[in-house]
């Protein structure tokens, strides 16, 4: 982990932020990466008041912004600038020698998606490791039980047959959030979960590995399901996921419930993934926007 004074430096040289958390690669060590290695540290801030916090950064953080960005933050609706997700991001900004990409979110809208997972962009960014800078306790319990739905789905969408460690475990909650990321296929290391899930192991037991009412280890050490109890309780996953399953009718069998909620994750990551993608352009500009994207294909083709 980078110097987390270097973090609090950036932060404050921000407008007042909610709550701030960094992750990713630049943050945390993952596996698959060299000591030489510089990637771009990211952060993600929970505001008040999106269009709000950005006037005021664009006075007193001028390069943040590209020109086109700049044009983009001050005449765009609130509609424009939150998306699907709810989350605007500006990146490849250079201070201090060091790269820093992040993400603006409203607390209202934070919240209501770790609860609901109407959008599942920035809730399946907070089920994999993070480095609490600012944080407030509401935001903290919200994010306890958003962690504590996906063990669940996790835990449901493992294969019935198979023999199953922890590190499974918590390679299915990391990558529930990249099943049909279109990202995922052009411009991502293709070995992206499973080093953040290397290089992470002990952080993920620290978060999932408690003993818990839906799974126990047994002599080997492999994972023992409870499925029949994790059924029982589907109506205490997130709204848009159960409503999801109660219009397919799918609540009694493991086997459709497990198709259909990886269906549903494929369907809502390809669509906020492009949508976000998309929203990039006019936030951070087309030439930051082409150095961001190359250096995500150089990533995919270092490693493939």
């Not at 492999?222 to 848009?240: A, G, H, K, R, T």
């Amino acid at each position: 982990m980078k110097n987390v004074k270097e973090f609090q430096k950036f932060i404050q040289k921000r407008p007042t932020v909610k709550a701030a958390y960094g992750y990713g690669s630049g943050v945390f060590q993952q596996s698959g990466y060299q000591k030489n290695d510089h990637p771009q540290i990211d952060f993600i801030f929970v505001v008040e008041d999106l269009k709000k916090w950005h006037f005021e950064n664009m006075k007193r953080n001028p390069k943040d912004y590209s020109w086109f960005g700049k044009l983009f933050f001050r005449y765009a609706s609130i509609s424009k600038l939150k998306g699907r997700t709810g989350i605007t991001y500006l990146s490849n900004i250079l201070e201090n020698g060091n790269l820093y990409k992040y993400g603006t979110i409203e607390e209202k809208d934070f919240m209501r998606y770790l609860e609901t997972w109407e959008s599942f962009y920035v809730p399946g960014r907070f089920q994999k490791t993070i480095l609490p800078l600012v944080e407030n306790q509401k935001i903290k319990a919200y994010n306890q039980k958003n962690r504590e739905q996906v063990l669940k789905v996790a835990l449901l969408t493992l294969p019935v047959e198979k023999e199953k460690k922890l590190v499974d475990v918590y390679t299915q909650i990391c990558g529930l959030s990249y099943f049909g990321d279109t990202r995922m296929r052009f411009a991502e290391n293709p070995k992206k979960v499973s080093n953040i899930v290397a290089g992470s192991f002990e952080k993920y037991h620290d978060i999932y590995g408690e003993k818990n009412s839906y799974f126990h280890l047994d002599q080997k050490g492999e994972i023992v399901i409870d499925y029949p109890l994790l059924m029982q309780n589907l109506s205490s996953l997130p709204s848009s996921l159960r409503k999801e399953l109660e219009e397919e009718n799918v609540t009694q069998d493991l086997e459709q419930v497990q198709q259909k909620i990886l269906f549903y994750f494929t369907k809502l990551n390809k669509k906020e993934s492009m949508q976000q993608t998309i929203k990039g352009i006019f936030t951070n500009g087309p030439v930051r926007s082409i150095q961001y994207a190359f250096q995500k294909i150089k990533k995919k083709w270092k490693y493939k």
